[in-house]
C-alpha cells in the first residue's frame, strides 16, 4: 500500500493525558498537512510541513497542539493535556510541491480519530 | 477569506437515478483550485477531480460530471446512474493562491444515500 498511512486508528483516552498520533505519507512527497474533521463538518487545516519545515500553523492549532516532521518524512501531531473539544478525526494528507501549481491535490490518510472522556 | 458552501446536508435518490451536489464559493483569490473529495464510511477523504479557475471546461469521467461556472462562483457535481457504493459525504474544497494553494478549505459536505 503506498499511500498516506495513520496511526492509530482510534484512540481513546482521559482527559488531562497527553496523545500522539503518527502520519506517513507517500513517499516522494515534500508537503504534509494535518487537518481536523469535527462530526458533520468538513475537515479544517491545523498545519503544513513542507519536508522537515513547518511553514504554516492555524490559529485552530493552540499551544498543546505540537507536529513535528523531523526528518521530512513520516509526521507526529501531539496534543498535551487532551480536553473533549480535542475529541475529532485527525486526518494527515501529503501532496507534491507545488512549484509549477500542477500538482496541488493532496491524498489523505484514513484519519485517526480520537476520544477523549 | 475563503468559503464553500454546500447547502445540501443530506440527499437520498434510488439507484439508477442521477443526483446533482451542489458547491458554492467565495474567495478574493485570482487564481484558485477546486476539488472534490469523496469520503466513505471508512474514513478517508477521496480525491476526485481539481479543477483550475481559468479552466472553465466541464468534465465528465465515466458515471461523474463536473459543471465549473465562474459567472456564479458554483463547482457542481453530477451523478449519473447513481449505485449504492456512490454512497458517501462527498467535499466539495478550495485552495488558493493567497494561501499558497496549501490551506485547503472544506464545505460542510452533502451525504448521499443511495437506496437500492
Known amino acids: 500500500d503506498t499511500g498516506v498511512s495513520q496511526d492509530p486508528r482510534h484512540k481513546i483516552t482521559k482527559r488531562g493525558q497527553n496523545v500522539t498520533f503518527r502520519c506517513d505519507p507517500i513517499?516522494?512527497?515534500?508537503?504534509l498537512y494535518w487537518y481536523r474533521q469535527t462530526l458533520g463538518q468538513g475537515p479544517e487545516f491545523l498545519t503544513y510541513?513542507?519536508?522537515?519545515?513547518?511553514?504554516?500553523k492555524s490559529r485552530l492549532l493552540s499551544d498543546r497542539f505540537s507536529a513535528e516532521r523531523p526528518k521530512g518524512s513520516f509526521s507526529t501531531l501531539e496534543i498535551q493535556r487532551t480536553e473533549q473539544g480535542d475529541s475529532a478525526m485527525y486526518l494527515c494528507a501529503s501532496s507534491l510541491g507545488a512549484q509549477r501549481q500542477g500538482r496541488t491535490e493532496a491524498f489523505f490518510g484514513q484519519g485517526t480519530r480520537l476520544t477523549v472522556v | 477569506a475563503q468559503k464553500v458552501t454546500q447547502a445540501q446536508t443530506e440527499i437520498s435518490v434510488v439507484e439508477k437515478e442521477d443526483v446533482t451536489l451542489d458547491c458554492v464559493y467565495e474567495?478574493?483569490?485570482?487564481?484558485?483550485?477546486l476539488f472534490w473529495y469523496k469520503q466513505p464510511p471508512s474514513g478517508e477523504l477521496v480525491f476526485l477531480i481539481r479543477?483550475?479557475?481559468?479552466?472553465?471546461q466541464n468534465e465528465i469521467s465515466g458515471r461523474y460530471s463536473w459543471n465549473f461556472q465562474k459567472s456564479t462562483s458554483s463547482f457542481n457535481f453530477t451523478i449519473t446512474a447513481s449505485q449504492v457504493v456512490d454512497s458517501a459525504v462527498y467535499f466539495c474544497?478550495?485552495?488558493?493562491?493567497?494561501?499558497?494553494?496549501?490551506?485547503?478549505?472544506f464545505g460542510t459536505g452533502t451525504k448521499l444515500q443511495v437506496i437500492p
Open positions: 513517499s516522494e512527497h515534500n508537503r
Open positions: 479543477r483550475n479557475s481559468f479552466d472553465e
Open positions: 510541513f513542507q519536508n522537515e519545515a513547518q511553514l504554516e
Open positions: 474544497a478550495l485552495s488558493g493562491n493567497s494561501g499558497g494553494y496549501q490551506k485547503v478549505t
Open positions: 474567495t478574493r483569490d485570482t487564481t484558485y483550485y
